[in-house]
């Protein structure tokens, strides 16, 4: 189907553990972004890539690592997950950039104990 | 420093009646306003937008007004439905300096219409 799709949906892990979240689009937009989105703070963006290999640091990267080695997929990785890190996660792509509506996947819920 | 802010929580309407969201923003770099909708578990959906160029826009039920000079802007919907409930976050982007290409999300308002 095309689309933006996240997985997992939910995910439930210990601190110090590794966690990547998955993220892939089938517009082959160039575009890709992630947002966490916490109680209090709306959306706030992580990390985002304006091509195949190549991404730059959003609002709050620390703790974050990403790649790009394919324009449909755009994973997220915690290396060692903490606390602070419990939140939904948002992926989103666009076709253009900027001022160009970005479309959202449904999110994970990670939760790190 | 919150450069996007919605002030409401959370707003209550009856069906029919209009519904206005606020946004308030500092940052002079914004030149373009999103507005995005949020149902529970879903990701946000984009809703209408408007350019800096431009101080009302308007689709189907619902209008962004901007007034550039109080860095405000506000979201009508009208005449509000009960399908319209959802979380409404405001999301500007620029085109210059360090918003070049990202939005940055207000808190969001939680808008309940009532039967």
């Known amino acids: 189907d095309a689309g933006i799709t996240q997985s997992p949906r939910y995910k439930i892990t210990e601190t110090g553990r590794q966690v990547t979240l998955m993220c892939h689009q089938t517009?082959?937009?160039?575009?890709m972004f992630w947002y966490r989105q916490d109680l209090g703070h709306g959306l706030r963006l992580i990390y985002y890539?304006?091509?195949?290999?190549?991404?730059d640091k959003g609002e709050v990267p620390d703790g974050y690592v990403v790649s790009r080695s394919k324009t449909e997929n755009f994973p997220l990785t915690l290396e060692s997950a903490t606390r602070s890190q419990t939140s939904v996660y948002f992926c989103?792509?666009?076709?253009?950039?900027?001022?160009?509506?970005?479309?959202f996947g449904d999110g994970t819920r990670l939760s790190i104990l | 420093d919150q450069q996007v802010k919605q002030n409401s929580p959370s707003l209550s309407v009856q069906e029919g009646r209009i519904s206005i969201l606020n946004c308030d923003y500092t940052n002079s770099m914004f030149d373009y306003f999103l507005w995005y909708k949020k149902y529970p578990a879903e990701g946000p959906t984009f809703l209408i937008s408007i350019s800096s160029i431009k101080d009302k826009n308007e689709d189907g039920r619902f209008t962004v007004f901007l007034n550039k000079s109080a860095k405000h802007l506000s979201l009508h919907i009208v005449p509000s439905q009960p399908g319209d409930s959802a979380v409404y976050f405001c999301?500007?982007?620029?085109?210059?300096?360090?918003?070049?290409?990202?939005?940055?999300f207000g808190q969001g308002t939680i808008l309940t219409v009532h039967p």
């Open positions: 517009w082959s937009h160039s575009y």
């Open positions: 999301a500007p982007s620029g085109t210059g300096g360090t918003s070049y290409g990202k939005l940055t």
């Open positions: 890539s304006a091509a195949a290999d190549i991404t």
């Open positions: 989103a792509s666009t076709d253009r950039n900027p001022n160009q509506p970005q479309h």
